[in-house]
């Protein structure tokens, strides 16, 4: 099953999940070369590598919810609610409220949700890469391998960093919503220009040419799933 095949991977030497997770951190441009190279066996397989990273992020996410140190989602919304809302509240805005709040924690903290966005991600970000450097690779089927594998590791990135974020943050003010977006997307953009530059040389163009194109990724990725997620609202008010 999908768990036996997980913890093989986890305990594989060469080319499992440990294996992986090393050779994209320490040589990120090296290991990638090269894969599109023709040595698959010195990295994970890309979508394996990919949702083992998502499953991790979730895993984590509902660990630190569980032993409280991350605030559940709609404690939250009803927080901020709270906050902005007058003395006086109108039963059908209330309830509404309450609508709201059950429909945003069933889509956005949802596994399927996590799993769908880093899809799109990889997707748009492979489109724009092979648009890029289309030089580099032989088939469309590279471009994406090669973004399946650097989200999943910019998602272990991440995770890594909430691990360190929310012990510290629970010590100093208590219980978090998680890691700052803003760190996020640093996290995110540094490794992708620091893995485009390693693997395909250019030097500053190259950096320029990853920004790009993962900025217009996340870009795409926002506005589908903002679409998506504005369509699911409606259809669940009206």
Same mark, same amino acid.
């Given at each position: 099953?999908?768990?036996?095949?997980?913890?093989?991977?986890?305990?594989?030497?060469?080319?499992?999940l440990?294996?992986?997770?090393?050779a994209?951190?320490?040589?990120?441009?090296?290991?990638?070369s090269?894969?599109l190279?023709?040595?698959?066996?010195?990295?994970?397989?890309?979508?394996?590598?990919?949702?083992?990273?998502?499953?991790?992020?979730f895993?984590?996410?509902?660990?630190?919810?569980?032993?409280?140190?991350?605030?559940?989602?709609?404690?939250?919304?009803s927080?901020?609610?709270?906050?902005?809302?007058?003395?006086?509240?109108?039963?059908a805005?209330?309830?509404?409220?309450? /609508?709201l709040?059950? =429909?945003?924690?069933?889509?956005?903290?949802s596994?399927?949700f +996590?799993? *769908?966005?880093? !899809?799109?991600?990889t997707?748009?970000?492979?489109?724009?890469?092979?648009?890029?450097?289309?030089?580099?690779?032989?088939?469309?089927?590279?471009?994406?391998?090669?973004?399946a594998?650097v989200v999943?590791h910019?998602?272990?990135?991440?995770?890594?960093?909430?691990l /360190?974020?929310?012990? =510290?943050?629970y010590?100093?003010?208590?219980?978090?919503?998680? +890691?700052? *977006?803003?760190a !996020?997307?640093?996290?995110t953009a540094?490794?992708?220009?620091l893995?485009?530059?390693?693997?395909?040389?250019?030097?500053?163009?190259?950096?320029?040419?990853?920004?790009l194109?993962?900025g217009?990724?996340?870009?795409?990725?926002v506005?589908?799933q903002?679409?998506v997620?504005?369509g699911?609202?409606?259809?669940i008010?009206y």
């Amino acid at each position: 099953g999908v768990l036996s095949v997980f913890f093989r991977e986890l305990v594989d030497i060469e080319g499992g999940l440990w294996a992986s997770m090393w050779a994209l951190t320490v040589r990120p441009g090296v290991a990638l070369s090269r894969y599109l190279g023709g040595a698959r066996q010195d990295l994970m397989h890309p979508g394996r590598y990919l949702l083992a990273s998502i499953v991790v992020a979730f895993g984590t996410d509902r660990v630190f919810t569980w032993i409280g140190m991350r605030t559940p989602y709609d404690e939250r919304v009803s927080g901020s609610v709270s906050e902005t809302e007058s003395s006086e509240v109108d039963p059908a805005t209330d309830e509404l409220q309450s /609508l709201l709040t059950w =429909a945003a924690e069933r889509v956005l903290e949802s596994q399927v949700f +996590l799993i *769908a966005g880093y !899809l799109l991600l990889t997707g748009f970000l492979s489109l724009t890469i092979w648009r890029l450097f289309r030089s580099h690779f032989q088939r469309g089927a590279q471009a994406v391998a090669f973004s399946a594998l650097v989200v999943g590791h910019t998602v272990f990135l991440s995770t890594v960093a909430e691990l /360190l974020y929310f012990p =510290a943050d629970y010590l100093r003010a208590g219980p978090t919503s998680g +890691l700052p *977006a803003n760190a !996020l997307v640093v996290i995110t953009a540094v490794y992708v220009t620091l893995v485009t530059t390693r693997t395909f040389g250019g030097g500053w163009k190259s950096s320029a040419k990853g920004l790009l194109a993962i900025g217009w990724a996340g870009l795409e990725q926002v506005v589908v799933q903002g679409i998506v997620i504005g369509g699911y609202f409606a259809w669940i008010i009206y």
